[in-house]
C-alpha cells in the first residue's frame, strides 16, 4: 500500500475465490480494502503495483519509480516478441510499462482465458500467458488500455451517458430492481435509470454485481446530481466492458485462439 502514496498504477487480484466465478481483476490508482473484490473472507483482495518506490524521493523513471517486473519476466517477454532489451531497465525495445500493464489486463479479462483456466483460478494468482506475435500483443495492448481506463473512470466516453434518469426530484434509494431496461430504485418502480440492459445489470467485479451493489450501498440516501452522473458513468464503463471483452477474444481468436495464439505453453510470472 505504500506504493500508492505517489501517482501510481495497480491491478487488484485474488489469490483463491471460492463460490464466486472468476472476475477478481481491476485497475486502481489508490489503496483499496481486502473487502474490494469480495466480502467472502477467503477471496481477498491483492494490490500489485505497477511502479515500485524505494524511498522518499526517489525518482527512478518518469512515472516516479522503478517498474516492478522481474529481470527473468522481462527477458522471456523481450525474447518471445522478438524484441531487444533496453540497457537501463531491462524492458523490450519500444514498450512502457504500461503497454506491459495493459496487455496483462486485457489478457485477464478475457472470457476465453478466464473459462479455459478457470479451475486454476480458483486457488491460485491468475499466470500470464505470453505471446509470441507482435501485431496481437500491441492490439491486446490497446485493448488494456481502453478497459483500464473506463475501470479508473478516466475514460472520454464516460461523458456520454447511455441512460436516462427517470422520476421525481428526490430520488432516495429504497429497493435497487432492473425490469423493462431500467434499473430502478423505489419499491413502486417509477424512479430509475432508463437504458440499462439486463447484461449490464448482472454484470459482476470479483464477488459483487455492480449496478446492484453501488445502490444498495446507498440505501436510504436521496441521491445528488452527482451521484446520478456517477451512476451513469459506471453503466457506461460496464457496457464497454462487455464489448471489448467480446473484442479481447476476437483479436486472441484471429491469431490462433487459445492456445495456439501465446507462444509458450506455460504462463508466466510478471
Not at 31 to 41: A, H, P, T, Y
Not at 43 to 54: D, G, I, R, V, W
Not at 171 to 178: D, N, T
Request: glycine fraction near 10%.
Amino acid at each position: 500500500m505504500d506504493q500508492f502514496k505517489r501517482k501510481n498504477l495497480g491491478l487488484i487480484s485474488s489469490r483463491i475465490h471460492k463460490g464466486e466465478e472468476h472476475a477478481h481483476e481491476f485497475a486502481t490508482r489508490e489503496m483499496v480494502e481486502i473487502i474490494f473484490l469480495s466480502s467472502k473472507s477467503s477471496n481477498n483482495a491483492f494490490l500489485f503495483p505497477l511502479y515500485t518506490f524505494e524511498a522518499d524521493g526517489d525518482l527512478a523513471l518518469e512515472e516516479g519509480g522503478t517498474p516492478n517486473f522481474s529481470r527473468e519476466f522481462l527477458k522471456q517477454l523481450a525474447g518471445n516478441l522478438g524484441l531487444r532489451q533496453q540497457s537501463n531497465s531491462g524492458l523490450p525495445q519500444g514498450l512502457s510499462p504500461e503497454d506491459i500493464f495493459h496487455y496483462a489486463y486485457a489478457v485477464l479479462h478475457s472470457p476465453g482465458y478466464r473459462s479455459r483456466y478457470a479451475e486454476f483460478l480458483k486457488f491460485e494468482f491468475p499466470r500470464l500467458p505470453l505471446t509470441g506475435n507482435l501485431e496481437m500483443f500491441r492490439a491486446l495492448v490497446r485493448l488494456g488500455d481502453e478497459l483500464t481506463a473506463l475501470h479508473l473512470l478516466e475514460s472520454p466516453k464516460l461523458a456520454h451517458p447511455i441512460t436516462e434518469f427517470i422520476g421525481g426530484r428526490n430520488p432516495e434509494v429504497e429497493k435497487p430492481s432492473w425490469s423493462k431496461n431500467t434499473v430502478w430504485i423505489d419499491k413502486d418502480q417509477t424512479i430509475g435509470f432508463k437504458g440499462v440492459r439486463e447484461d449490464v445489470w448482472n454484470f459482476h467485479i470479483g464477488g459483487y454485481q455492480v449496478c446492484e451493489k453501488w445502490l444498495k450501498d446507498r440505501k436510504g440516501r436521496t441521491l445528488t446530481k452527482d451521484d446520478l452522473a456517477h451512476y451513469q458513468k459506471i453503466v457506461v464503463a460496464l457496457a464497454e466492458t462487455i464489448r471489448l471483452m467480446g473484442e479481447i477474444d476476437a483479436v486472441i481468436g484471429q491469431h490462433g485462439g487459445w492456445p495456439g495464439a501465446f507462444a509458450t505453453g506455460t504462463p508466466a510470472h510478471a
